[in-house]
């Protein structure tokens, strides 16, 4: 057996696998340049695989590919220590069949990923660095207790009007900002029983034990950012343009990493999210809203920047009323927020700041 495989010589060749990638177990489709060649499950290990392809493909060039997905970057890092030349693809740049889109199994979509490779029709995503995609996950993880403490302090107001209790005008607007007055006053609220305020309490715990945390993170941020001279580089440069502070600028920074990488505005803006959706058929052009396919981190602060920027930069807020004689506040500021994103982009591309010239 081992003089036969030593005959074998895939050299030149290419070797095509597609990978449908799970927690305990990869379904795996290996097609040549010319036939597919088969479709098996394996243990989810990148050197189990290399090995079965040096048993059967000696010497051939592989190309792997898989849909971007729970695992992240990681599985990629390590099929390229392998020697695979591997790609992460989005699921919904797979050409798709309408069998396949109604008869889903592991198999069929290794297989289509496999088949795609071959046509040379996948288009891979953009992989971060490692130093980057840990510090997005931790700007990330920042903005998901924004929402839970956002999430428990709705909590709390829908148990005042649960049990009838009414806020106190001189705390009503304190409410939005959860004051240390606020906090105290729903501290010493008292219902019919002893244990009838223990949601409250609780409630009211967590998200003290939140906030730490989220303060915590912020320092964290801040700490890392100061220490590498490159981040704080371009840290300072966002900051410079209104409506763009800290968060926002790590939040762009994460998420974009390299400015290059886009070769115009409108691709940029295509990545974030901020073209329209089309519909051209015959002698008919129809647009309609902001497309649903998204950065949705990036697109969301951008968006809630292109507010502030309105208030803060008279240009801006000139735009704006201009555009709004003729459309929708929600779709003028959309065009605000493309405004913004381009001098975002002229920051990024020649590293520098923001001249701000007032009207």
Avoid at 190 to 215: M, P
Avoid at 237 to 246: A, D, R
Wanted: with cysteine; aromatic share 8%.
């Amino acid at each position: 057996m081992k003089s036969k495989i030593n005959e074998l010589n895939y050299d030149g060749h290419k070797i095509f696998i597609g990978i449908d990638v799970h927690l305990k177990s990869w379904k795996v489709t290996i097609m040549l340049e010319d036939t597919p060649f088969k479709t098996f499950s394996q243990d989810p290990d990148a050197k189990i695989l290399k090995n079965y392809l040096d048993s059967n493909f000696p010497r051939g060039d592989y190309y792997s590919a898989y849909e971007a997905g729970f695992c992240g970057f990681s599985v990629h890092r390590k099929l390229l220590s392998e020697g695979i030349n591997n790609i992460v693809v989005n699921p919904a740049d797979i050409p798709t069949t309408d069998k396949e889109k109604k008869q889903k199994e592991d198999q069929r979509d290794s297989r289509k990923i496999a088949r795609s490779l071959k046509n040379n029709d996948l288009k891979p995503i953009y992989v971060p660095s490692k130093d980057m995609e840990e510090l997005r996950g931790l700007v990330r993880y920042r903005k998901i207790l924004v929402k839970e403490i956002s999430r428990h302090k709705t909590r709390v107001k829908s148990f005042l009007h649960h049990n009838g209790i009414d806020i106190p005008k001189e705390l009503d607007g304190a409410s939005q900002y959860w004051s240390s007055n606020f906090t105290k006053w729903l501290e010493l609220i008292k219902l019919s029983t002893d244990y009838g305020h223990i949601v409250l309490l609780k409630t009211i715990e967590t998200i003290s034990f939140l906030r730490k945390i989220l303060l915590s993170v912020s320092r964290d941020l801040k700490r890392i950012v100061a220490q590498n001279e490159k981040y704080s580089k371009v840290i300072k440069n966002l900051i410079s343009i209104p409506g763009i502070g800290f968060i926002v600028a790590l939040t762009i920074l994460t998420e974009v990493e390299n400015i290059c990488r886009f070769k115009s505005l409108d691709h940029l803006c295509s990545f974030i999210g901020l073209v329209p959706t089309t519909n051209s058929t015959s002698d008919q052009d129809r647009t309609g809203n902001i497309t649903r396919r998204s950065n949705k981190p990036l697109r969301g602060v951008l968006i809630e920047s292109a507010w502030v920027a309105i208030r803060s930069d008279s240009s801006m807020s000139l735009a704006y009323s201009n555009l709004c004689k003729r459309m929708k506040p929600t779709k003028a500021i959309i065009r605000i927020t493309k405004k913004l994103l381009n001098r975002i982009r002229f920051v990024l591309i020649n590293n520098v700041e923001y001249e701000f010239k007032t009207v």
